[in-house]
C-alpha cells in the first residue's frame, strides 16, 4: 500500500500553500527574531512539520517519523562527516603552526582584506564547491578568513555570498546530471543554458561580495579585482559549460579566475589599502612552524587532490562497487507516491539510504587528514587529540544538520514543499519571473541544488509546457535561481557558524543568516528578472536541441 501525497489539502494551492509554509517562517522567525539557538529553533520547526504533515496533509504517522529519521541520518552522513572532516584538516594546520606560514604566504599576495575576501570567498570557494560541494567551501574558506584576521562575522557572510553563482555546477555538475534523466531533458542543453545565466552574476557576485563587506565606495577602489575575478570566472563559466559540459565547469573557471587575481597583484595594487586589524594578532596568537614554507599548503593540496579524485565519476563507481550498501529506509521506501504535476504520472518515491562511506567526499577529506599527518610529522597520539577536539567542537551544529535535515525531508516527503512550489507556478505570464524562485525556495528548503532539481525539475518542464514556454529555459532557471538560495538554507547557515565558531565573537545561526537574508532576496530577483528578458525578449539565447 501506498500514501499518495496530496498538494491541496485544504481549499485551492493558494490557502494550502500558506500552512505548508508555517515550518519554515516558524523556523526563520525563531532564528532570526527571537534569537533561539538553532538546534533548538530546529528541533520546534521539526514538531511542527510533523503536526502540518500528519494533521493537514494526512501523512501516516509512521511514513511521517521515517522520514525524519532518513532526514537525521543523511544530515549525519554524509553532511555531517564532510564538516568534521573539513574542519579537521584546518585545526590541524593551526595546531601544527603550518597555518600561520601559510596565512602570511597568502597576504603577501595582497595584504588588502578585499583583495584576499575575493580571493578565498569567491575563487577558492568556488574551486571546491566545483570538487566537493555539501557546504564544503563555506567551512574551509570561511577558516580560512578566521585565520587572516576576518570577524567571524564578516568571514561567515562573505563565504555564504561568495558561494552563490558556482553552485549550479558543483560537485562536478551533479546538480545537472540529475536533473536531466529525470525530467527528459537534454544535459548538454541544460549546461549550456546554465552557462548563459549565471555568467552574468558571475561576474556581479564579486563586486556584491566587497560591497557587503566594505560598502560601495570600498568597492570602487578595488574595482579591477573585482572585474578579473569575476570576468574571467564567467568567461571560463560560459566556454566549458558550452562546449565541454557541466563536470569542470566550476575547477577550471576558479583556477582560472584565481591565477588571474594573483597575476593582477604584480602589476597593480589598492591606492589605500584596506588591512585586517586583527591580522596581526592572529598570527602572533598562533605558534609559527619550523621548515620549509611549501609544507604549508601540504593540507590543502591533499585536500583538494582527493576530493577532486573521489568527485570522478569512474572513481566514485569503483569504490562504490567495493563498499557502498544502498540500504532501503524501513517503512519508507517506495511507500509514498508522488503524482501530477510533479511526476509524469503516480510514481512511488524512492527512500535509500547509501553507506557511502568509501565514496563519499567526507572520506577523501579524512584521507586528506591522513596524509596531512604522515607528511607534517604529527604523531598518532597528536592527530587524535586533535581530531577528539574537533569533534567535541562541532558537536552541538552536527545535531543541529541532522534535526534540519530532518525538517527538509519531512517537507520533502509529505509534499508541503511542493505545495509552496505549486502556489508559485501558477502566476500564468509571470512564470518565468517565478521559476528560478522555485529553484531557490527549494535549495532554502532542501540545502541542496541538486535536491531542488530533483523537486521541482519536473514541475518546471510541465508548467513551462502548459504555458509555450521552453523546458530547457524553466529547468535551466530552477539551478540558476536555486543558487542564491544557498546562502540562506538552514545546512549551510550551521556550516557557517561552525567554521567561523569557537572565537569571542563568533555569530549565532540566527546573526548569519540575518546578515545574508536579503541579500540572497536581492540576487534571486535579478535572476527572476533576467529569466523572463530571455523569455520574452531574448529567446534565440536557448540552445538548440538536435
Known amino acids: 500500500m501506498t500514501w499518495s501525497q496530496n498538494y491541496a489539502p485544504i481549499g485551492g494551492i493558494g490557502t494550502s500553500a500558506l500552512i505548508a509554509a508555517i515550518p519554515v517562517v516558524v523556523l526563520l522567525g525563531l532564528l532570526a527574531f527571537w534569537h533561539v539557538r538553532a538546534h533548538i529553533a ?16 494526512g501523512m501516516p504517522a509512521k511514513l511521517a517519523f521515517a522520514a525524519a529519521g532518513n532526514g537525521a541520518a543523511f544530515g549525519l552522513l554524509p553532511i555531517g562527516w564532510l564538516i568534521l572532516n573539513a574542519i579537521f584538516i584546518y585545526q590541524l594546520s593551526v595546531e601544527t603552526g603550518q597555518f600561520a606560514i601559510l596565512q602570511k604566504q597568502i597576504a603577501g599576495i595582497s595584504g588588502d582584506r578585499r583583495i584576499q575576501a575575493l580571493l578565498l570567498a569567491f575563487s577558492f570557494g568556488a574551486f571546491i564547491e566545483g570538487a566537493a560541494g555539501f557546504g564544503a567551501p563555506v567551512a574551509i574558506s570561511g577558516a580560512l578568513m578566521i585565520g587572516l584576521g576576518f570577524k567571524p562575522l564578516e568571514a561567515a557572510k562573505l563565504a555564504l555570498i561568495g558561494n552563490t553563482a558556482p553552485v549550479a555546477f558543483g560537485s562536478l555538475g551533479i546538480p545537472l546530471t540529475t536533473m536531466a534523466p529525470l525530467t527528459g531533458l537534454d544535459l548538454h542543453a541544460l549546461s549550456s543554458m546554465v552557462g548563459r545565466q549565471l555568467p552574468f552574476f558571475s561576474l556581479i557576485v564579486p563586486f556584491w561580495l566587497v560591497a557587503a563587506q566594505v560598502g ?20 571560463m563559466q560560459f566556454l566549458i559549460s558550452n562546449y565541454h559540459g557541466p563536470w569542470l565547469v566550476d575547477i577550471v573557471s576558479a583556477a582560472v579566475s584565481m591565477l588571474a587575481l594573483v597575476v593582477l597583484m604584480r602589476f597593480w595594487q589598492p591606492k589605500e589599502e584596506s588591512t585586517n586589524p586583527a591580522a596581526a594578532a592572529a598570527t602572533s596568537a598562533r605558534p609559527i612552524a619550523s621548515g620549509p614554507a611549501w609544507k604549508a599548503w601540504l593540507p590543502w593540496i591533499f585536500l583538494t587532490g582527493f576530493v577532486f579524485i573521489w568527485g570522478l565519476p569512474v572513481v566514485k563507481k569503483t569504490l562504490n562497487g567495493i563498499y557502498a550498501p544502498e540500504i532501503p529506509v524501513p ?27 568509501l565514496s563519499a567526499t567526507g572520506t577523501a577529506l579524512l584521507l586528506a587528514g591522513v596524509a596531512s599527518v604522515l607528511a607534517l610529522g604529527v604523531s598518532f597520539r597528536r592527530a587524535l587529540t586533535i581530531y577528539g577536539q574537533t569533534l567535541m567542537r562541532v558537536r552541538i551544529s552536527l545535531l543541529t544538520i541532522s534535526v534540519m535535515m530532518a525538517l527538509g525531508f519531512t517537507t520533502r516527503f509529505s509534499g508541503t514543499d511542493t505545495t509552496m512550489g505549486l502556489a508559485m507556478a501558477g502566476t500564468g505570464w509571470l512564470f518565468p519571473f517565478f521559476s528560478p524562485l522555485i529553484g531557490w525556495l527549494g535549495v532554502a528548503l532542501t540545502g541542496s541544488d541538486t535536491s531542488s532539481n530533483v523537486l521541482f525539475g519536473n514541475l518546471q518542464k510541465v508548467s513551462a509546457e502548459q504555458l509555450g514556454f521552453s523546458p530547457i529555459l524553466m529547468c535551466a532557471a530552477n539551478s540558476s535561481g536555486g ?54 525578449w531574448w529567446p534565440g539565447v536557448v540552445p538548440v536541441v538536435k
Open 42 to 57: 530546529a528541533m520546534i520547526a521539526l514538531g511542527v512539520a510533523l503536526a502540518t504533515a500528519i494533521g493537514v496533509y
Open 216 to 235: 560601495w565606495r570600498g568597492m570602487i577602489a578595488v574595482w579591477p579585482a573585482c572585474l578579473v575575478a569575476g570576468g574571467t570566472f564567467g568567461l
Open 331 to 357: 517503512g519508507l521506501h517506495l511507500a509514498i507516491e508522488k503524482v501530477p504535476p510533479v511526476a509524469p504520472k503516480p510514481t512511488p518515491e524512492k527512500a535509500i539510504f547509501t553507506l557511502n562511506l
Open 483 to 536: 543558487v542564491m538560495g544557498k546562502m540562506i538554507d538552514a545546512q549551510s547557515i550551521v556550516v557557517a557558524s561552525v567554521a567561523t565558531g569557537g572565537h569571542p565573537e563568533s555569530p549565532t545561526a540566527g546573526t548569519i543568516l540575518r546578515a545574508v537574508f536579503w541579500h540572497s532576496i536581492a540576487l534571486a530577483i535579478l535572476v527572476g528578472l533576467l529569466v523572463m528578458a530571455q523569455a520574452y
